[in-house]
């Protein structure tokens, strides 16, 4: 059995490379459309290698933390589970356009590079807000 | 002529809609054994463990499912009626299995095949 504190250092060490993947997503996105296109190459070989098995494993140590704590009887965990939700979501849409526009689409853009890099970025603080404080 | 399509983008497309047919009959498998093995069990013979073991398990299968659904929408060719199926079938049981022959379908089309040259 692997021991509890291990489990959620690689969690967190998961997170980081997770946010990291999505904030050069967004960016490799924004770069992409002014034409330049490897960077949105470079970045879904990052995705591909590193992102995507940290996306992995953080809901899968995610799950097994909040299992072991008895977390899912807490609320402020479904508010942290919403944002992450959201997160994973985000990584999908992102990794969709990256592949459009890789391929030469030229895409209408609802979302701009400042709104999303807003939302990932507040997305966090409130994640690590509810993770340590656990206010509910 | 014949030429092959050499389109890196395309590999990624065939190997997103390849990593979506996996997924779906993966969601659709747990949601079967959730509802028809798990369910009962913890019910008529009080195995409570049954659904404490499944009910996550299906959930990581959804989460990934979803994820699947969304890079692979995300990145274009498919119709609205197309994404309500994909969306349906994580909901309902066997609505993986019917989406079997739509997937394969899109696999097909996704494929880089020879093209004529003019």
Redesign the interface.
Known sequence: MIPYLWVKALHVACVLLFVGGLFSQAFAVAAAQRGDVGAAALVSVWDRRVTVPAMLVVWLTGAAIATEGRWFESPWLWAKLALVLALTGLHGVQSGRLRRLQRGDLLQMRMRLDHVVAFIATSVVLVALLVVLKPF | MLQPTP????A??LA?IRRLRLLSLVEATTLLVLLLVAVPLKHSLGYASATRIMG?VH??AF??Y???????????GWSRSEIARLCFGAFVPFGGFLNAGLLRRKQAEFAPGPTVSP
Do not use: F, R
């Open positions: 389109s890196a983008a395309t990624e497309d997103q996550p959930g990581a989460i990934a979803a994820w699947s659904v969304i890079t692979a929408v995300s990145g274009g």
